[in-house]
């Protein structure tokens, strides 16, 4: 990618991270870090600067860098720098950058060339910059020197590890030229964090200070020592240009006339020099960004469509039109009739998985609640038995009856039927307060407006609470209707007759008990199923545990699981009782226990069996089902003391046989009756509770809602916007608009830019065998500048290393190696035949890079092509 298609990128990516940062969020599109690594005095430095295109870090000899220098380059209007530990001031002068890094630096590692892992921060915004990152380590050194500890290489070794680990950090890995580049640390560590050679560059420093005859060419083509993305050949200003003055772009001027003029560096003058290495980091950043787009494209569409219902109610938002409150005001109440129906009625559309709604909570008051609360106070036996007996006897009088009375059969009965007005009252009480519940949840969606939504409240509350006074008295009205007449010719009721064939059929039943196998089919009916936890289960004998429960008329059984094949046990329902047991504090579910009112154990060696739910309304439920199997409550312990008493009274009082089977044919005819009022009553009272209140509310909502809200206050009070929802409201458009012109942006950064593929893998297993090998030789070569090949050496120097095809530059002599073991040359069809041999100087240092740049040749005349816009300028 070249520098014109960076320039069109530059402001499409700086577009898309201001659309969020106006918004006050971070864009999800992060660029990679680019940290430069290299020994002392490599050039790091310098190669950072040119980036930035300004002169601002220290310079000098050994180790100039000691701390981590993180550098953040923000587009910006005005051009200034920032630090983090000098909060609030701008640096507008680079000078004074300079010398506050080198004054942070000595603040905490000392005046004595100390170092320190402590980053310092530093920001610079300027026009010409793009969002990145930059990094400036420590150079990579071997002895410590003034301050520094006896371990430096290792602490510096650590210190570049933490930075250049990350995946999203390119490595260029700086060697000057006059070093041997077999053994550049900054290469290893390059090879052990990318092994691929996908995010690691090569840079070439100090070419102009190479040996006169000598050259890097064959690793600038990467024939030699290669690297997966190739090496970069760069000039850098020396101390005397910078002692000078010199600025960075008459450096990047004569950069690129020493490149043009040299003449092993001519053919690679296009793809040498700072400005070829900002774009191969263009290339990188725009395949980062390519690669980036599809997910990044995905979470702004679902973060899109999540807030489009909601903004699609703001995009029409008129402030300026006078009809806007009172269509609000419509639009509002219409929604919140619509949406109480539907809590009510039920719907398909917009289900709640997460809780019942208000319709299907009063169902369960209708057929849970209310038949429990029924059975709970139906009668309790012995207290039955004896007020009969009290009946017939004060009926009698002093004289000895010789006939049942029917006077205390309807004696008993208009008792037991006063007794209803309590669950029944009691069932309008729950489902007004849950219609209130329900109107609270549908006035949340009029919170935009904080007046009309207590308004709301208000008026529909006070509507419900009227119509429960009227709905009670309808409720006692058919409680007094039931005891004005006993209606004894009522086809369900069994009659004298039937009573005193049932009382001996009774009687039987309970001598021979429930021990039979032959149950009839009704007794055999299920009547609940259910997960249930046993929780009086000791932790020694397996702890509280979750079983799959069935309960029937006769028995109470679970299972390990709802498949119901491995039954655990059968609990028979006789004599069984059930309770409330008081919730723990370390406990979060609600308790019931079963227990035999004779005393005995109920499971195994436990006199009671402690059953848990995980909600209230869960324990009710199963009360309400064990009622229905003939499992009755247990009184609460306040009254076991008058039922003590009451119990020795009717102990003391004794009952002649005669009595005795007027009480039992009596509590006959009264348990027939009963039952059908109880019939009755469970099905009226739900209906008088649908007619008189909830549809009546309903057909309120629909009908005069709006003209009461009308009358109760002006309409601009009631259609007055809270100070949130306008705040919301505006962050809601800006986030719409800045989504879409995120996606709009990405569609013209797709456009805009092309995909470079990586290059091909290169074997740049050089690199790990530079760490085995022995140290280097004290001789070194030179390149000689002759086209011919060089002579072979003396015998017992070995055969030199493999080396690549040349392709288009078969002409160029092969590159000097340093004497000694080496491998052996592989490719057995290479147009230079048999291994060629290198010559040898004894008396100089190891280059395998050779050193100093030779003057132009005369035979081909330097052009110097126009500078190529870079980067950052």
Known sequence: ?????????????????????????????????????????????????????????????????????????????????????????????????????????????????????????????????????????????????????????????DMIMQFITRENCLVLAVTPANTDLANSDALKLAKEVDPQGLRTIGVITKLDLMDEGTDARDVLENRLLPLRRGYVGVVNRSQKDIDGKKDIKSAMLAERKFFLSHPAYRHLADRMGTPHLQKVLNQQLTNHIRDTLPNFRNKLQAQLLSIEHEVEAFKNFKPEDPTRKTKALLQMVQQFAVDFEKRIEGSGDQVDTLELSGGAKINRIFHERFPFEIVKMEFNEKELRREISYAIKNIHGIRTGLFTPDMAFEAIVKKQIVKLKGPSLKSVDLVMQELINTVK???????????????????????????????????????????????????????????????????????????????????????????????????????????????????????????????KYMLPLDNLKVRDVEKTFMSSKHIFALFNTEQRNVYKDYRFLEL????????????????????????????????????????????????????????????????????????????TIMHLMIN??????????????????????????????????????????????????????????????????????????SRRSPPPS???????????????????????????????????????FRP???????????????????PSRPARAPPSVPSRRPPPSPTRPTIIRPLESSLLD
Request: glycine letters at 6%; one cysteine or more; a negative charge.
């Open 1 to 157: 990618m070249g520098n014109r298609e960076m320039e069109e990128l530059i402001p499409l990516v700086n577009r898309l991270q201001d659309a969020f940062s106006a918004l006050g969020q971070s864009c999800l599109l992060e660029l990679p870090q680019i940290a430069v690594v290299g020994g002392q005095s490599a050039g790091k430095s310098s190669v950072l600067e040119n980036f930035v295109g300004r002169d601002f870090l220290p310079r000098g000899s050994g180790i100039v860098t000691r701390r981590p220098l993180v550098l953040q380059l923000v587009t910006s209007k005005a051009e200034y720098a920032e630090f983090l530990h000098c909060k609030g001031k701008k640096f507008t002068d680079f000078d004074e950058v300079r010398h506050e890094i080198e004054a942070e630096t000595d603040r905490v590692t000392g005046m004595n060339k100390g170092i320190s892992s402590i980053p310092i921060n530093l920001r610079v915004y300027s026009p010409h910059v793009l969002n990145l990152t930059l990094i400036d380590l420590p150079g990579i050194t071997k002895v410590p020197v003034g301050d520094q500890p006896a371990d430096i290489e290792h602490q510096i070794r």
């Open 441 to 567: 949840k549908c006035t949340r969606k009029l919170a935009n407006f904080p007046r009309l939504c207590e308004e709301t409240e208000r008026i529909v509350a006070n509507h419900i609470r009227e119509r429960e006074g009227k709905t009670k008295d309808q409720v006692l009205l058919l409680i007094d209707i039931q005891v004005s007449y006993i209606n004894t010719n009522h086809e369900d009721f069994i009659g004298f007759a039937n009573a005193q064939q049932r009382s001996s059929q009774v009687h039987k039943k309970n001598t021979i008990g429930n021990q039979g196998t032959n149950l009839p089919p009704s007794r055999q009916i299920v009547i609940r199923k259910g997960w249930l936890t046993i929780s009086n289960i000791g932790i020694m004998k397996g702890g509280s545990k979750g079983y799959w429960f069935v309960l029937t008329a006769e028995s109470l059984s679970w299972y390990k699981d709802d498949e119901e094949k491995e039954k």
């Open 612 to 687: 848990a739910c995980d909600s209230q309304e869960d324990v009710d439920s199963w009360k309400a089902s064990l009622l229905r199997a003939g499992v009755y409550p247990d009184k609460s312990s306040g009254n076991n003391k008058a039922e003590n008493d009451e119990n020795g009274q009717a102990e003391n009082f004794s009952m002649d046989p005669q009595l005795e089977r007027q009480v039992e044919t009596i509590r006959n005819l009264v348990d027939s009756y009963m039952s059908i009022i109880n019939k009755c009553i469970r099905d009226l009272i739900p209906k």
């Open 696 to 769: 009546n509310v309903k057909d309120f909502i629909n009908s005069e809602l709006l003209a009461q809200l009308y009358s109760s206050e002006d309409q601009n009070t009631l259609m007055e916007e809270s100070a949130e929802q306008a705040q919301r409201r505006d962050e809601m458009l800006r986030m719409y608009q800045a989504l879409k012109e995120a996606l709009a942006i990405i569609g013209d950064i797709n456009t805009a830019t092309t995909f470079t593929p990586a290059p091909p893998p290169v074997d740049d297993s050089w690199i790990l065998r």
């Open 778 to 816: 004290p001789t070194a070569q030179r390149r000689p500048t002759l086209s011919g090949p060089p002579t072979r050496p003396a015998s017992g120097r070995g055969p030199a290393p493999a080396i690549p095809s040349p392709g288009p530059h078969s002409g160029a002599p092969p590159v000097p």
């Open 820 to 838: 000694g073991p080496l491998p052996p040359f592989p490719n057995s069809n290479d147009a230079f035949g048999a291994p060629p041999q290198v």
